[in-house]
């Protein structure tokens, strides 16, 4: 059965990095491509980041890029996203996701997500 | 950046009752060489994550109900709830999938009339 558990969340100062792991079991995690999609509190979904199943492209809107860092670990099977100078609209729940096999394809399994909260 | 816009931002339906939503996509997410629009759908229940309904635009993912259906082509799609049932309460959200940002639309929110 495949699992992606997210952690690394929890209250942090504007200004300050934290770096999101998500942990995966039951697939082949080389295989594919992983997501990062956030949701803030009452609001919808907000895709964030994806990279492909070797490491080889990521992608970020342009909201995030140049903070936001996604990388992946085949060896260890987990994903993670680094956030560094966090603004209090980073505040969300954090999904991660597995796609498909290439970087471009829906988001078909999800995690349960960790909440990051930015606030002095 | 490809907008998705969706429509109804809230519906309200009978239970047994068939429920549409509408999402337009600002430029086109069909690919011509494969024939694919690069479309999802999404059903989110209050405190739970999203769930895969709908890929391609109208596949529909394994263990998904037949009562979900997706139509639509180009810029122009639609979510299909044949018989409305008491679970399927939810918000539901279109995506595009076709180019970085993987946009999703604004989501509509689904209850029982």
């Known amino acids: 059965q495949v699992h992606l558990v997210e952690s690394g969340g929890g209250v942090v100062q504007p200004g300050r990095s934290l770096r999101l792991s998500c942990a995966t079991s039951?697939?082949?995690?080389?295989?594919?491509?992983l997501h990062w999609v956030r949701q803030a509190p009452g609001k919808g979904l907000e895709w964030v980041a994806v990279?492909?199943?070797?490491?080889?492209?990521?992608y970020y809107p342009e909201s995030v890029k140049g903070r936001f860092t996604i990388s992946r670990d085949n060896s260890e099977d987990t994903l993670y996203l680094q956030i560094n100078s966090l603004r209090v609209e980073d505040t969300a729940v954090y999904y991660c996701?597995?796609?498909?096999?290439?970087?471009?394809?829906?988001?078909?399994?999800w995690g349960q997500g960790t909440m990051v909260t930015v606030s002095s | 950046d490809i907008v998705m816009t969706q429509s109804p931002d809230s519906l309200a339906v009978s239970l047994g009752e068939r429920a549409t939503i509408n999402c337009k996509s600002s430029?086109?997410?069909?690919?011509?060489?494969?024939?694919?629009?690069?479309l999802g759908w999404y059903q989110q229940k209050p405190g739970h994550p999203p769930k895969l309904l709908i890929y391609w635009a109208s596949t529909r993912e394994s263990g998904v109900p037949d009562r979900f259906s997706g139509s639509g082509s180009g810029t122009h799609f639609t979510l299909t709830i044949s018989s409305l049932q008491p679970e399927d309460v939810a918000v539901y959200y279109c995506?595009?999938?076709?180019?970085?940002?993987?946009?999703f639309g604004r989501g509509t929110k689904l209850e029982i009339k």
């Open positions: 430029q086109s997410v069909l690919y011509s060489p494969n024939n694919k629009n690069y």
């Open positions: 990279i492909s199943y070797d490491g080889a492209n990521k």
């Open positions: 996701a597995r796609g498909g096999d290439t970087w471009n394809d829906a988001a078909f399994i």
């Open positions: 995506q595009q999938y076709y180019t970085p940002p993987h946009t």
């Open positions: 039951g697939f082949t995690f080389s295989s594919y491509a």
